[in-house]
Every structure is written in structure tokens, then in C-alpha cells.
């Protein structure tokens, strides 16, 4: 198992620009989140979904855009970049059967917004 | 106020050492307290979990939870070099993976 896969790890934007940070998971997990990570200020939520066809904003959605077609794949769309999104992103899974406080992270996109 | 208060440190220690991490919170409605270790370039990966109030040991870690005072605890015993990351606490007001994060804190452990 691969367990949860981001691309691309690195990306450099310029001011409005658009993009989208892909994210699959290959264990059949429904729950999935966006967390993005500022220096010294720990891990915001953005976005999340209990499903497929199911989303709802976290803490800091404003800039952002989600779609969950598939439970295996959940893309976080940046429209119109700002210097403000420059930051670490965190795509997560998770089971919600069993509740253990355990999301599945991905190893993170670096976005830099010049 | 922040939700979650953690200081970032870094801390350092000698191989070997007790390591204790904290974190106060402000919010009463949390009930799940987790224990996150992040190595440098990489996702965090959960390292204790604990319901409510009370103590849970895992090898050389224990987690402790006192919600009277809104303050958890993460110990490492005898710790090691590869104990070398950063420690983020997380909580949850209900069994969600909507985690609120505090900042972490960095611990190098020398040799």
C-alpha cells in the first residue's frame, strides 16, 4: 500500500495564478481532509469530506476549492494564488469506524506564491 | 487566545534524557487528545492517542490528560537520537478528524 500520495511535492506560483494539488488514497478510507502548515503555526484544516459527493469547510477554506468524486481521490483547488498561501500542504485520510485519532497524512506539497 | 497553546521551543536534550512536552487549551468541549511526531520534510504520523482525563503508557511514551486544568502532557523516556522531530499535540471536540493543531515543538536529542 502506498497510503496516501500527494503530487506535486514542489511548486512555485506567481501572483493569480491557479492550481490544483492532487491527493489518492489507496485505503479505502471515506474520510479525507486538507491541512495546510504555516511555520510555528502548527496545522489548519481547509477542507474535508466523509465522502464521496460530501465536502464542507474547515478553518481556513477561503482561496480554496475541493471536489470528491471517488473515494480514492480528493484535489485541492488554489484559484487566483496570493502571497498568503504560501505554505506546506497536508492531505490526510482516515478510518471513521473505529475512532482512534489517527489521520493517514501524505508527505506534503510546498507551494511558494511569489 | 489561541484554541491550543504550545511552545514551539526547540528544545534540546542529552541521549538519554526524560523529555517532557505540554500543551493548555482553552475549549472544555475536547475530548480526544492525540500526540502527533513529525520528522523534518514530512507528514506527521500519530503518535499517542487518549480519550478524556487520565495517563497511557506506550513504551518509552506517556501520554497524560488533565482536563480539570486543560493541560496535556506528552513524556519520553531514556529518549534517543531518533526521537529528533517536532511534537505537535492535536484534540477534537468529537470523533472527527477535524483536529485543531498546536504549533509543536522541536526536540533534539544529542548524542
Known amino acids: 500500500n502506498a497510503g496516501v500520495t500527494q503530487t506535486p511535492k514542489f511548486r512555485i506560483l506567481k501572483i493569480g495564478q491557479s492550481m490544483t494539488l492532487q491527493c489518492t488514497q489507496d485505503?479505502?478510507?471515506?474520510?479525507m481532509y486538507w491541512y495546510r502548515q504555516d511555520p510555528g503555526m502548527g496545522l489548519k484544516l481547509i477542507y474535508y469530506s466523509v465522502g464521496a459527493g460530501i465536502t464542507d469547510k474547515g478553518e481556513v477554506p477561503n482561496g480554496y476549492n475541493v471536489s470528491r468524486s471517488t473515494t480514492e481521490d480528493f484535489p485541492l483547488r488554489l484559484e487566483l494564488a496570493a502571497p498568503s498561501q504560501t505554505s506546506v500542504y497536508f492531505c490526510?485520510?482516515?478510518?471513521?469506524?473505529?475512532?482512534?485519532?489517527?489521520?493517514?497524512f501524505g508527505e506534503g506539497s510546498r507551494l511558494t506564491v511569489l | 487566545q489561541k484554541e491550543v497553546e504550545q511552545d514551539p521551543g526547540p528544545l534540546s536534550v542529552p541521549e538519554g534524557a526524560i523529555v517532557s512536552l505540554n500543551c493548555t487549551y482553552s475549549?472544555?468541549?475536547?475530548?480526544?487528545f492525540m500526540w502527533y511526531r513529525q520528522y523534518s520534510r514530512k507528514g506527521p504520523e500519530l503518535l499517542m492517542y487518549?480519550?478524556?482525563?487520565g495517563n497511557k503508557e506506550d513504551g518509552r511514551f506517556t501520554a497524560q490528560v488533565d482536563k480539570s486544568s486543560k493541560y496535556i502532557s506528552l513524556f519520553i523516556r531514556d529518549s534517543q537520537p531518533s526521537d529528533s522531530a517536532t511534537y505537535l499535540c492535536a484534540m477534537a471536540r468529537g470523533n472527527t478528524g477535524k483536529l485543531i493543531f498546536g504549533q509543536g515543538t522541536t526536540l533534539q536529542v544529542k548524542p
Open positions: 487518549t480519550y478524556s482525563s
Open positions: 485505503m479505502n478510507h471515506n474520510y
Open positions: 490526510a485520510s482516515s478510518y471513521q469506524d473505529r475512532y482512534t485519532g489517527e489521520l493517514f
Open positions: 475549549n472544555s468541549a475536547f475530548q480526544y
